[in-house]
C-alpha cells in the first residue's frame, strides 16, 4: 500500500504523468463521392475539418445514407451490410444529395436494427419450373437517424423511426435473393429525412 500510495503521488512534470485522454483524430474529407461517405457515419469521431461549418443561414447541405438490409440472412452479415445513398437527384428539393462530399455540411445516419412486429406478407414469383408463388412474413424494421456536422463530429439531432412511419403498411422489397425465414420492411426514402427539413433550410443551431 505505501509503494502504491508513492507511485500516485508522482510529482508534477514527471515523465510518467498522464496527460489525459488524446483529442479525437480529425480526418481528411478523401471520399469520391456523396454515395460514399458511409464509413464517416461509422468513424464521426473528430470531424472532417474539410467539411462546409454548419454556420449561419440555410440550405445546410445534407447526405443521407443508411445501413439497409432486406431478410434476416443479410442482417447477420457484415459482408452484405452496406451503406446506401437515401436522397433524391436533382428534383430541386433543399434535401436533394449534395453534388460533391466537399459540398456536405450535415450527414445523417440511419443506423437499421430487426423489428419483432409481423406487419404483413410478401409474395413473390417462384424460380423457374415453378408454378406457386412464395410468400414470406414481412416484420417491422427500426431507424435510429442520427444528424452529425460534418465538419466537427458534432450530434445535432436523431430521432427513432420505423417502417411504418407515415405508412400504415410498408411496401415489400422489390427482389430478394439467397435463403432466408424473415423480410423486413423498408421506410420510403424521403420519410427518413424529412423530419430534419428545417436543419437544412433554416439557419444552424
Known amino acids: ?13 514527471d515523465d510518467d504523468l498522464d496527460d489525459g485522454p488524446s483529442e479525437p483524430t480529425r480526418k481528411a474529407l478523401s471520399f469520391a463521392a456523396v454515395e460514399d461517405l458511409g464509413p464517416a457515419c461509422e468513424d464521426i469521431e473528430g470531424g472532417y475539418p474539410d467539411a462546409p461549418e454548419y454556420v449561419g443561414d440555410g440550405p445546410h447541405p445534407m447526405a443521407v445514407l443508411v445501413n439497409e438490409f432486406d431478410t434476416d440472412v443479410q442482417f447477420n452479415d457484415p459482408d452484405y451490410r452496406e451503406w446506401k445513398l437515401m436522397n433524391n437527384v436533382s428534383t430541386g428539393d433543399p434535401l436533394d444529395k449534395p453534388d460533391s462530399p466537399s459540398e456536405v455540411t450535415l450527414l445523417a445516419c440511419g443506423f437499421t436494427r430487426p ?5 404483413d406478407k410478401c409474395s413473390y414469383k417462384a424460380p423457374l419450373g415453378l408454378t406457386a408463388s412464395i410468400e414470406y412474413p414481412l416484420y417491422n424494421k427500426h431507424y435510429t437517424m442520427v444528424v452529425y456536422e460534418l465538419h466537427t463530429g458534432r450530434e445535432v439531432a436523431r430521432a427513432e423511426l420505423d417502417a411504418r412511419f407515415r405508412q400504415s403498411t410498408p411496401t415489400c422489397p422489390f427482389t430478394v435473393e439467397g435463403n432466408f425465414e424473415k423480410i423486413y420492411a423498408r421506410s420510403l426514402n424521403l420519410h427518413l429525412y424529412e423530419p430534419f427539413r428545417d436543419l437544412v ?4 443551431t
Open 201 to 204: 433550410t433554416e439557419p444552424a
Open 115 to 119: 423489428g419483432d412486429d409481423l406487419i
Open 1 to 13: 500500500m505505501v509503494i502504491a500510495a508513492l507511485v500516485a503521488c508522482s510529482a508534477p512534470g
